[in-house]
C-alpha cells in the first residue's frame, strides 16, 4: 500500500532554534496535512495543504505542499518549549478507492533541549 | 462543544477478556473512524464508518469489531483481548471524506493486556 515517508523520527534542539520535518510518498497526493499530538492527548491538525506549490503559514509554522506532490515540509521558526510533542504528516489521495484514503506518517518526535 | 469523546482513558485487561472502547461526537459528522498509535508506528486505521448503519474494515481490523447504530456513536469491541492489542485508540470523525475536511480527533484511550 501507499507509505508516506517522515523525517527525521526525532529532533533534539535548543531553544529558539529553527526546525524542519518533511514528508515524503512515491504517490501523488491531493491533499496534505500536518498534526501535532502532545502527550496524553489526540492529534491536532496545525496546517491543511490543497494545491501543489500552496505555502501556508500558521504563527511561527510554515508548510509546503510540493510541486512534485509527492512530498510537503513543515519548519518552525524560532522554537519554544510549548513546541515539544510529535507533529505528523498526512495525506490524501484521489487514486485510492476507499473512503479511508487518508494515510500518516510515523511522526517525528521533538524535543527542547534547556 | 465537547467534540470527540472517549472513554475509558486508561484500561488493564487480562488475555481473553473482552470489553468496548466508547466513542461520541457532537459534531453531526457523518464519517468516524478507530485508530490504534504504537510506539514509532505512526496511526493505523483499524475500522471506519461513512454514516449510521455502515461500517468497513481499515487496515488492521482483526481482532476488532465496530457497529454504528447512531450517528454519534462508534464503540471498537475487543472481543478476546491479546498482548497485541496493548495501544492507544484514537476515535476521530469528519464531516465527509477524511481527504475533504480534516479529522478531529479524541484525547486517545491507552489499553494495556496482560
Known amino acids: 500500500g501507499q507509505q508516506l515517508n517522515q523525517s527525521p523520527q526525532s529532533m533534539f534542539i535548543q531553544e529558539g532554534e529553527d526546525v524542519s520535518m518533511n514528508c515524503t510518498s512515491s504517490s501523488i497526493f491531493n491533499t496534505w496535512l500536518w498534526y501535532k499530538q502532545e502527550p496524553g492527548e489526540g492529534p491536532v491538525l496545525l496546517i491543511a495543504?490543497?494545491?501543489?506549490?500552496e505555502l501556508t503559514s500558521n504563527g511561527r509554522l510554515t508548510a509546503q505542499f510540493g510541486i512534485t506532490r509527492k512530498d510537503s515540509f513543515l519548519n518552525i521558526s524560532a522554537s519554544i518549549p510549548s513546541d515539544v510533542g510529535i507533529y505528523f504528516c498526512?495525506?490524501?489521495?484521489?487514486?485510492?478507492?476507499?473512503?479511508?484514503?487518508?494515510?500518516f506518517g510515523k511522526g517525528t518526535r521533538l524535543h527542547i533541549l534547556p | 462543544n465537547a467534540g470527540v469523546t472517549q472513554t475509558p482513558k486508561f484500561r488493564i485487561l487480562k488475555i481473553g477478556q473482552s470489553m468496548t472502547l466508547q466513542c461520541a461526537q457532537d459534531?453531526?459528522?457523518?464519517?468516524m473512524y478507530w485508530y490504534r498509535q504504537d510506539p514509532g508506528m505512526g496511526l493505523k486505521l483499524i475500522y471506519y464508518s461513512v454514516g449510521a448503519g455502515i461500517t468497513d474494515k481499515g487496515e488492521v481490523p482483526n481482532g476488532y469489531n465496530v457497529s454504528r447504530s447512531t450517528t454519534e456513536d462508534f464503540p471498537l469491541r475487543l472481543e478476546l483481548a491479546a498482548p497485541s492489542q496493548t495501544s492507544v485508540y484514537f476515535c476521530?470523525?469528519?464531516?465527509?471524506?477524511?481527504?475533504?475536511?480534516?479529522?478531529?480527533f479524541g484525547a486517545g484511550s491507552r489499553l494495556t493486556v496482560l
Open positions: 459534531m453531526n459528522h457523518n464519517y
Open positions: 498526512a495525506g490524501y489521495s484521489l487514486e485510492m478507492n476507499r473512503d479511508d484514503k487518508i494515510i
Open positions: 495543504l490543497y494545491k501543489a506549490g
Open positions: 476521530a470523525s469528519s464531516p465527509t471524506s477524511s481527504g475533504a475536511n480534516v479529522l478531529t
